[in-house]
């Protein structure tokens, strides 16, 4: 089985801060960051998105355009932007980066935040508006001529444009933990995004995205898991593992020179390991 490493695109040097959330837009810093996951090896990026955060996909455009090989992986949360502008917009930016591009569907599991942006459905209802989405996205995409759709959240007419994207299939992921989201994933999703939880119940959750996908007589989604790895010294001579999680002192809480502070100075800490990083606030 393929494995592949995803990290978080981090867009400031607030994200050391844990909780601090989004701390504005450092082109400077992002570019860096994103430089160091191309050298580093990792596979895709998530653009994250949030009410406060940049727009997402101008800055998956900006990794795109700073990068060699690494794959942005662009949230989009749908109801804002209609579902045609986006399509085309995907295709293009497929075709800018050569190929590089997946979409990361967050349909929203937080009311107050879906509020703060004028969306006042509900949670299944946006689940439900997510279905159509992705149906037209494909549409768009991989269908020839002029196109038509008639919903219960979009409707439109012989829709048509030139612009198709190089990938034969654009990935789209979906991410979740409700019965709503496995539901979408399993019918319509290329990926499933999962967090990092213990093992019997990340059994569970997979295997009721696969039973949704087998039903649908389609392949089943590729997982993607989400964790938060904490590197640090360990205690000479014991085998428990690290005492203190903060990266510039050793177990003993003593402040060390060098070691990991050094590497840290040297932006190795841009390379942290992040499976399928999805931020809490998307779902």
Known sequence: ??????????????????????????????????????????????????????????????????????????????GFHYPTQVAKAF???????????????????????????GDYTTKEQRYERSDEFIQILRKVWYEDGPISFEGNYYRFEDFETEIKPI????????????????????????????WGEPLAETREQIA?????????????????NSFRPIVAHRRAGLGEGPRDPRPDQGGDGRRRRGGAAALRRRGADECRLRAAAQGRRER
């Open 91 to 117: 295709a293009g930016l497929d075709r800018i980066s050569g190929g590089r591009v997946g979409i990361h569907i967050i349909s929203g599991g937080s009311d107050i935040e879906q509020r703060r942006e």
């Open 1 to 78: 089985m393929p494995v592949e490493f995803i990290s978080a695109t981090h867009i400031s040097d607030d994200h050391r801060k844990v909780g601090a959330g989004f701390g504005g837009f450092d082109p400077d810093y992002t570019r860096r960051f994103v430089h160091a996951l191309d050298d580093g090896g990792f596979d895709w990026t998530l653009v994250a998105y949030g009410s406060p955060s940049p727009d997402s996909l101008q800055l998956g455009q900006f990794v795109a355009n700073n990068t060699e090989r690494i794959k942005p992986i662009i949230a989009h949360r749908p």
């Open 167 to 194: 990938q034969d299939n654009i990935p789209v992921s979906v991410g979740g933990s409700s019965p709503e989201a496995y539901d979408v994933g399993g019918r319509l999703g290329d990926i499933f995004g999962l």
């Open 208 to 224: 009721a995205v696969n039973a949704i996908a087998d039903a649908a007589g389609r392949p089943r989604p590729r997982i993607w």
